[in-house]
């Protein structure tokens, strides 16, 4: 399923079911079954045609929102093999850990956001009537070391808009990790259609604002005292490319 799918289930149970999905990530299929009081055949009938459109996945007893999850590619810089992939609802603990750690000096009040929320919701992945977000992360042995994460608005005057916010551990940094995972995303958002995609950052970041930069990223505008970090005020600055 791509972000710029319609949300038209033509039923209101088949809507149902999806959405208690989509609430959690993933759902056992007898709880959901139960939980949504239906008629069993019926229940199944929904999950079946939701599995043909690509909206859900089932995996055993388990149930997903179903992201089209594209190809794992494999590279090596120096010494360091690493893969980038979209991520997994099963990915969540350690995507939240690694942004937890690449931000623990406050240098992206986004990012620190969407990982609060996505650790307090405990879903990954979303698509519903308001927002969508996915992510693809950067892994070495299996644990993942960055990540790039897109969110848009179902909202039609911003169809065309994502956000955008990018990281990497510390002890990976400057070994080309980053430049992957900001190419991946950025080639997912031209293959679904979005014309914008901007991301802001403290103006104390001056790696990251320098970074974007050279990747033909503009500054379109700073606001002046919109944080407020260990006790300073401190600009934000608000950057934008065009895919």
Known sequence: MQFSDSLDFGHTDRKDVYEYVE??????????????????????????????????????????????????????????????RQAREDDLTGLVG???????????????????????????????DLESRVFFVATVSDDVVGWVHLSAPEIEKLSHTAELTVGVLPEYRGKGIGSHLLQRGLEWTKQNGFEKVYNSVPSTNERAIEWLKSRGWETEAVREKHYRIGGDYVDEVMMAVWP
Not at 98 to 122: G, K, N, P, Q
């Open 23 to 84: 609430r959690y990530g993933s759902v056992d299929y007898h709880e959901a079954h139960r939980t949504l009081g239906m008629d069993e055949t019926a229940f199944g009938h929904h999950v079946a045609i939701l599995k043909r459109d690509g909206v859900l996945e089932r995996e055993g007893d388990t149930l997903r929102v179903a992201f089209e999850p594209g190809t794992q590619e494999l590279f090596t810089e120096g010494e360091v093999e690493f893969a980038i």
């Open 98 to 128: 690694a942004m937890r750690s690449a931000l623990s000096e406050r240098s992206d009040i986004v990012a620190e956001t969407v990982a609060d929320i996505v650790d307090h919701e405990r879903v990954l992945l979303r698509h519903n």
